[in-house]
């Protein structure tokens, strides 16, 4: 089983709509939990923190699940510029500093 | 503020050949990471540094990988020789020590063995 599952979509959702999905980890003592975001053929940019009584920024709202261990994403209000793929990312306590990501989510936004 | 900084942007050789990456980390990140990149296998660590020393190479495909961090201004990775396999988009990142700290990634170097 790997360690950060995700959904891999795509996901497509009209402009102007909210699209949710979730990422599931494995390790139960997880300390700290990211929403990177890869645009096609660039590199991974930080778009959020994930903390223990969730989060938003603008558009965006990440919660953490710790009894059933996943966290989530919702984009309300998309746009055209959201289409990417949206990559789940964990920090096991046993690897302090170790990132593991999950492979993505796509997300398409369409006119 | 300048990010990570990878060179090159593209490299293409043929097989066999010895490859060089290199990465500046941004200033006062302590932590470097070397990733890659497939369609096939996502985003890999590979190996990664903690106040210049490796703490964690597991990720190092072979012994034909190689990694240093002589300071804490600049890395490289080696591959001698190369395959034809090791082809994928190699990214570095840097962080502040600690596991809440986010990576921030260079651009990356696309990398193709032919």
């Known amino acids: 089983r790997k360690e950060v599952e995700q959904d891999p979509g795509p996901f497509n959702v009209p402009e102007g709509a909210t699209v949710a999905f979730n990422c599931t980890y494995s390790?139960?003592?997880?300390?700290?939990f990211f929403w990177y975001r890869q645009d096609c053929r660039k590199e991974p940019k930080l778009l959020m923190s994930?903390?223990?009584s969730g989060n938003e920024d603008g558009r965006f709202t990440a919660q953490l699940n710790r009894a059933s261990q996943y966290i989530s994403l919702l984009i309300r209000d998309s746009k055209l510029s959201d289409s990417a793929t949206y990559l789940c990312?964990?920090?096991?306590?046993?690897?302090?500093?170790?990132?593991?990501f999950g492979a993505g989510t796509q997300v398409v936004v369409t006119p | 503020d300048a990010g990570v900084i990878q060179s090159p942007r593209h490299e293409v050789t043929e097989m066999g050949q010895e490859v060089t990456l290199r990465c500046k980390p941004i200033?006062?990140?302590?932590?470097l990471f070397w990733y890659r990149q497939t369609m096939m296998r996502g985003l890999e660590l590979l190996i990664y540094?903690?106040?210049?020393?490796?703490?964690?190479d597991s990720g190092m495909p072979e012994d034909r990988f190689s990694a240093k961090m002589p300071n804490a201004s600049f890395s490289t990775l080696k591959i001698q020789p190369s395959e034809p396999r090791d082809s994928a988009v190699y990214f570095c990142?840097?962080?502040?020590?600690?596991?809440?700290?986010?990576?921030?990634f260079g651009d990356g170097t696309r990398l193709s063995i032919l």
């Open positions: 990142a840097s962080s502040l020590t600690g596991g809440n700290q986010p990576q921030h």
């Open positions: 390790n139960s003592a997880s300390q700290s």
């Open positions: 994930v903390y223990s």
């Open positions: 540094f903690n106040n210049n020393v490796p703490i964690d």
């Open positions: 990312v964990v920090t096991p306590t046993d690897s302090w500093g170790k990132l593991q």
């Open positions: 200033s006062g990140h302590n932590s």
